[in-house]
């Protein structure tokens, strides 16, 4: 299973970017698929989560200027991010809770995606 996410960029403040995030291989199920981030120095933090019948959960900074979707045909989460702020500049991860195949088995995964930069400048 790979999570293989894009859309990070540089812009301005109060710019917007979206992030996309495709989910490939012997996937059986995914269940919640979220976005973290990590800025230089800090820990990683949630964003935003969805669950595969659609209900959100946002951290406080997030609501309001983010929103979270995805495809389930596709495997596919994003996010939109609006009125982006300096302190929004961090690596962005992907994040999946997948049921998948391999051997035969089926198993259970928290996968995670490479990472995208988003730096907003001020």
């Known amino acids: 299973v790979q999570l293989q996410a894009s859309g990070g960029g540089l812009v301005q403040t109060g710019g917007s970017l979206r992030l996309s995030c495709a989910a490939s291989g012997s996937i059986l199920r995914i269940d919640n698929m979220g976005w973290y981030r990590q800025a230089p120095g800090k820990e990683r933090e949630l964003v935003a989560i969805i669950s595969s019948s659609g209900s959100t959960n946002y951290a406080d900074s997030a609501k309001v200027r983010f929103t979270i979707s995805r495809d389930n045909a596709k495997n596919t989460v994003y996010m939109q991010m609006n009125s982006l702020k300096p302190e929004d500049t961090a690596v962005y991860y992907c994040?999946?809770?997948?049921?998948?195949?391999?051997?035969?088995?089926?198993?259970?995964?928290?996968?995670w995606g490479q990472g995208t930069q988003v730096t907003v400048s001020s």
């Open positions: 994040n999946a809770d997948v049921l998948y195949k391999e051997y035969g088995n089926t198993v259970a995964l928290k996968a």
